[in-house]
């Protein structure tokens, strides 16, 4: 009966319900667990181990600016049944912390076991609720676990902001009871950092247009307190700015990472990042995965941190690589880059040109004219590319000074968006010039807001960050439909012989001889369509005709066919 009732939640409001059986049953034990904090731990990692996600570089980075891809949703071609950002039994999670929960309060631990088990529970449900709430809105919220026998299953959407205080009411809890830090061997938990930043982000989007059609300014001013309490909190707790931005990525453990999915070679926890974006030459099955585009590339601005448009900002369309600010090669890899891995040549370059219709680096060669380079790391093996064990931070502290920033902009506090842009580029490496890191000085609103995501897009690329921040605040309207993402293709001019080129091509001076040997031209990725992704309506998925038909309760979203529910209500 219980495995019944199981698969009648796990599958409401999502769209590919998956088989449960193949998932270990937490439920399947004795309440004298909760009686004994080791054993009710093993409890809590189970959930961490279903909730946390998975490794994120290049996740969604198709469904943006990022790189080529995801047609469906960027030419408007998704229906309600199509949507598959998601194929997780959200509920089923979501049920198991809520058995949690309840059997927690009837167990004999102490007050603060049961604070730190609790808190942990919490900032998972909370986290599970908004990966559905950010594709929907309002959601059933069942706080509580679910009897078929005698409770009501089938539940109607909360309306979104009932779904946004619900969320926002656990974390607040759990920054109250979970601790500051975890001991050494127990690194990767929860903390109330985590927590309050976490709360940071969602009242962001709460605030944000996706969901504050209307621009109520008091959302902004709760995003700007929320997010100013956790930089506070996180500060005192020992978190910070990593002082190098690839280590961020490479360190395991460094104090920039707040929330993160932890991996390890020795434990057999491992994934397949390396192996997507290496050239094969140096990689392995990959090195067509999440090719950054052209359009990507231009967003970089320049080292003294004046944007490529900008008068006296030193940019040369055919130098495109030369004086770029820091992370640009740190995050992408171009014709003639160095690049070099363990055991490769330590002087290695990385070569994408064509020579006639054909590319130097092929089989596996770029789908741009690029490679990515985020959270590479050059020491591990070709061999083991495919089990790497990289940790995927969540949430790190830049995003919570960008956070900050934002909602500073939107309520009128330009000195504390220019104090957090100035942090992160100075760590960075961008020239101080006057001070402010290449920032114009007096930017109105408007200005500020369009600074600090321009500086999402840099310092967050490839974080599973930029499809959301297009979403939520109505860019793909106002900035990419209508538009076609583009590569380049880098050819070696015509007279010049290939095989003595590539037998002087690493003595070359990138810097000055560059354009002596070789033409650039665009290379359309979108061909059939330009971009068109429809918003408002995208920003709220609507719900599969196979769900509604299990829920007669749930309300289609407005704007989807037979659309009643308004996820955007007051």
């Known amino acids: 009966m219980m495995k019944k009732y199981i698969i009648i939640l796990s599958c409401a409001l999502v769209w590919a319900c998956g088989d449960i059986l193949d998932v270990p049953d937490v439920t399947a034990v004795g309440p004298f667990i909760w009686d004994n904090e080791q054993s009710a731990t093993l409890y809590v990692n189970r959930l961490y181990e279903v909730s946390l996600p998975g490794v994120g570089f290049g996740t969604n980075s198709g469904f943006s600016d990022e790189s080529p891809g995801a047609n469906d949703h960027m030419y408007g071609n998704l229906t309600a049944n199509s949507v598959d950002l998601y194929s997780v039994n959200y509920y089923n999670r979501i049920r198991n912390i809520n058995i949690g929960l309840e059997a927690l309060e009837g167990g004999t631990l102490s007050e603060e076991a049961k604070g730190r088990l609790r808190g942990q529970m919490l900032f998972l449900r909370a986290f599970d609720y908004w990966n559905l709430v950010r594709l929907y809105g309002g959601v059933p919220m069942v706080l509580r676990p679910q009897d078929p026998y005698q409770d009501q299953v089938d539940i109607p959407r909360n309306p979104t902001r009932e779904s946004f205080e619900i969320m926002v009411a656990d974390l607040n809890e759990a920054m109250a009871v979970l601790p500051a830090s975890w001991p050494n061997d127990q690194i990767g938990r929860i903390t109330r950092g985590a927590a309050a930043a976490f709360k940071g982000r969602l009242l962001l989007f709460w605030a944000s247009p996706q969901f504050n059609p209307g621009n109520h300014s008091e959302r902004w001013e709760t995003a700007y307190q929320a997010n100013a309490q956790a930089k506070e909190m996180l500060l005192q707790d020992g978190y910070g700015l990593h002082n190098d931005f690839t280590g961020v990525f490479l ?249 003595d080129f590539a037998a002087i091509r690493n003595t070359i001076n990138m810097d000055t001889e560059y354009d002596q040997y070789f033409t650039m031209e665009l290379w359309v990725k979108d061909q059939q369509f330009a971009i068109n992704y429809p918003q408002p309506l995208y920003n709220f998925f609507g719900i599969p005709q196979n769900i509604l038909d299990r829920s007669p309760s749930l309300q289609q979203t407005m704007g989807w066919e037979n659309g009643t529910f308004d996820p955007v209500a007051d």
């Open 251 to 499: 360190n395991k453990g460094n104090r920039e990472v707040i929330f993160a999915r932890l991996y390890d070679f020795n434990a057999g926890r491992t994934h397949g990042w390396e192996n997507s974006v290496r050239p094969r030459e140096i990689g392995g099955s990959g090195g067509t995965g999440s090719n950054p585009t052209w359009d990507f590339v231009k967003a970089f601005p320049m080292k003294n941190g004046k944007s490529i448009q900008e008068e006296g900002a030193g940019y040369d369309s055919v130098y495109y690589f030369r004086d770029r600010d820091p992370r640009f090669y740190a995050t992408v890899v171009y014709n003639g880059a160095p690049y070099t891995v363990t055991g490769a040549d330590p002087l290695r370059q990385q070569w994408t040109y064509y020579v006639g219709n054909t590319p130097v680096d092929n089989p596996g060669a770029t789908t741009t004219g690029f490679y990515n380079r985020k959270a590479v790391n050059p020491n591990i093996q070709q061999t083991f590319v495919g089990q790497t064990d990289t940790d995927w931070p969540e949430i790190r502290f830049a995003e919570v000074l960008l956070n900050l920033a934002e909602a500073a902009a939107e309520t009128g506090r330009p000195n504390a968006v220019y104090i957090e842009l100035r942090a992160i580029r100075q760590r960075a490496g961008l020239d101080p010039g006057d001070g402010n890191f290449g920032l114009r000085e007096g930017m109105g609103r408007g200005e500020l807001v369009d600074a600090v995501m321009l500086e999402r897009q840099i310092e967050l690329a490839y974080e599973n960050k930029r499809y959301w921040d297009l979403r939520r605040r109505n860019l793909f309207a106002g900035k990419l439909n209508g538009t076609r993402r583009m590569g380049i293709i880098t050819r070696l001019k015509p007279g010049i012989n290939p095989t």
